[in-house]
Nanobody
Framework: QLQLVESGGGLVQPGGSLRLSCAAS????????MAWFRQPPGKEREFVAT????????YYSEAVQGRFTIARDNDKRTVDLEMNSLKFEDTAVYYC?????????????????WGQGTQVTVSS
C-alpha cells in the first residue's frame, strides 16, 4: 500500500513557477507508477502527468506539455511536479496518485492510491 502526501502548493502570478512534491510511505514504493491529476474549480478531475518506476516513460496532458516536468526519486520515495509558465487555467487542487503496474496510464480510475491534494492558485 501507499500513503501519499502532497506539498508545495500556493499562490503564484501568471508566468511564474512552482514545484509540487509528493512523499510516499508504505510497505513498498518499488514498481509503482505515479501520476499527478488536478481538479479545477467547478470542473472534473483531469490528468496532468505520469511516470513509470524507472522514469523511462512519461506522459503529459496537452495542456501542460512543454511547461510541466514530472520526476521521481525512488530512494527518497518522492515524486515532483515542476510547473513553469503558469497560467490562470492551471488553478486547481493537485493530487498525487499511485498504482502498482508496469505501464503508466492517464485514467484516474486506474490509480488506487491518492493524496489529499494541494491547492495551486495562479492569480495576479
Amino acid at each position: 500500500q501507499l500513503q501519499l502526501v502532497e506539498s508545495g502548493g500556493g499562490l503564484v502570478q501568471p508566468g511564474g513557477s512552482l514545484r509540487l512534491s509528493c512523499a510516499a510511505s508504505g510497505s513498498t514504493f518499488s514498481g509503482s507508477v505515479m501520476a499527478w491529476f488536478r481538479q479545477p474549480p467547478g470542473k472534473e478531475r483531469e490528468f496532468v502527468a505520469t511516470i513509470n518506476y524507472e522514469s523511462t516513460i512519461k506522459y503529459y496532458s496537452e495542456a501542460v506539455q512543454g511547461r510541466f516536468t514530472i520526476a521521481r526519486d525512488n530512494d527518497k520515495r518522492t515524486v515532483d511536479l515542476e510547473m513553469n509558465s503558469l497560467k490562470f487555467e492551471d488553478t486547481a487542487v493537485y493530487y498525487c496518485a499511485g498504482r502498482f503496474d508496469t505501464l503508466p496510464t492517464t485514467r484516474g480510475s486506474s490509480y488506487q492510491y491518492w493524496g489529499q491534494g494541494t491547492q495551486v492558485t495562479v492569480s495576479s
